[in-house]
């Protein structure tokens, strides 16, 4: 086994001989912008990490690891054209750099170098990579289509919030997982284990993600952060928060939320107090830790080496207490 940063620098260099001078550069240029800016490059490291956790170098998974982060990449470009965000990795966004249409053909030609880098595989292995990607790929979309329904809805719930953030993030954390150990040619349970093992992981990421989104320094979080309050969106800690509080504080939670002031600073700092206050922050740092806590359950059922287990486990750990 090798770090994560080890991990990180085999990608960094693969992505460097993956970038070739291609015509047009107004295709190509966002996509090797966007690349640029790094990332925490968490997925293609999962996959690299499995694929030698179930006994294969970590080599043989460089392709389907590209493929996981060029898809990734991909969806960061749409999603910014979707929110109209400006920053995304502390620099400007594709789309202001450019213009959105420019944005929207980088990002499907990503979609569609990602599913070439399987051809890399042998006929079995590419099948299996294919199928995983695409099922993944959809159910990324549908999440994304129940984040942009729930915008337009007064009465959602906690289990179809976390539903959703199961779909448009913690299904792909599960496949770069799945990808190594198919690119190992585990067993089947183990694939499935490692899948679930991801998935509960990238649940707790992405409520992290949330937490960060209004908690976290602005230095390091690459964001602009209170965006998702800025915006309106009912994450875990709006959703909660509204569940916690008494009928005044909801009245003003829901005030706030209705309105787009100029300047957002006292609507993101009122906010920010009424997710304390009403234990909102509190109760997701919890859930945080119980979908942490249900990725480790399923390293029991894993047939690796306790050494493994610690690895993964570790890994997990790292993610839970992040601060980017
Ligand atoms: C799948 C065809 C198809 C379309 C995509 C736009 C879209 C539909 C989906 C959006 C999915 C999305 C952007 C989910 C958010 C995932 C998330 C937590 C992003 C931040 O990931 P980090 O923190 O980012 O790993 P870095 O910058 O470290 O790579």
Redesign the pocket.
């Known amino acids: 086994m090798q770090s994560v940063t080890q991990y990180q620098s085999y990608i960094s260099d693969y992505l460097k001989t993956f970038k070739n001078a291609k015509e047009p550069q107004t295709l190509y240029e966002p996509v090797a912008y966007i690349l640029s800016?790094?990332?925490?490059?968490?997925?293609p490291v999962l996959t690299l990490m499995t694929a030698e956790i179930f006994g294969t170098s970590c080599q043989r998974a460089l392709d389907a690891a590209l493929a996981v982060?060029l898809?990734?990449?991909?969806?960061?470009i749409?999603?910014d054209i979707?929110d109209a965000a400006p920053l995304?990795?502390g620099k400007q966004t594709v789309h202001e750099k450019w213009n959105t249409n420019t944005g929207i053909l980088s990002g499907d030609a990503m979609?569609i170098m990602a599913y070439r880098l399987f051809e890399t595989y042998e006929p079995e292995t590419f099948h299996e990579l294919a199928k995983l990607f695409s099922k993944t790929?959809?159910e990324?979309?549908e999440?994304?289509q129940y984040?942009m329904d729930f915008e337009n809805r007064d009465d959602v719930t906690i289990p179809e919030y976390l539903k959703m953030i199961e779909y448009?993030?913690a299904v792909?954390v599960g496949a770069a997982m799945q990808m190594g150990a198919i690119v190992a040619k585990t067993d089947s349970e183990n694939k499935n284990h490692i899948y679930q093992f991801g998935k509960n992981l990238g649940i707790a990421?992405?409520l992290q993600?949330d937490y960060l989104d209004a908690f976290g320094n602005p230095e390091t979080f690459?964001k602009r952060v209170g965006g998702d309050i800025i915006e309106n969106k009912k994450t875990y800690l709006y959703l909660k928060a509204i569940a916690f509080s008494k009928a005044i504080d909801q009245q003003e939670l829901k005030h706030l939320y209705s309105i787009n002031p100029t300047d957002t600073t006292h609507k993101i700092n009122t906010v920010k107090q009424l997710f304390i206050s009403s234990g909102a922050a509190e109760a997701t740092k919890t859930e945080i830790k119980n979908y942490t806590d249900k990725a480790f359950e399923v390293l029991d059922t894993l047939r690796i080496s306790d050494d493994k287990k610690t690895v993964l486990r570790q890994f997990g750990k790292q993610l839970m207490d992040r601060n980017?």
Do not use: P, Y
Request: proline share 0%; with cysteine.
């Open positions: 800016l790094g990332g925490k490059r968490l997925r982060e898809f990734h990449n991909f969806s960061l749409h999603d979707m995304r990795r979609l790929a959809l990324v979309c999440g994304q984040d448009k993030t792909l990421f992405q993600d690459g980017v």
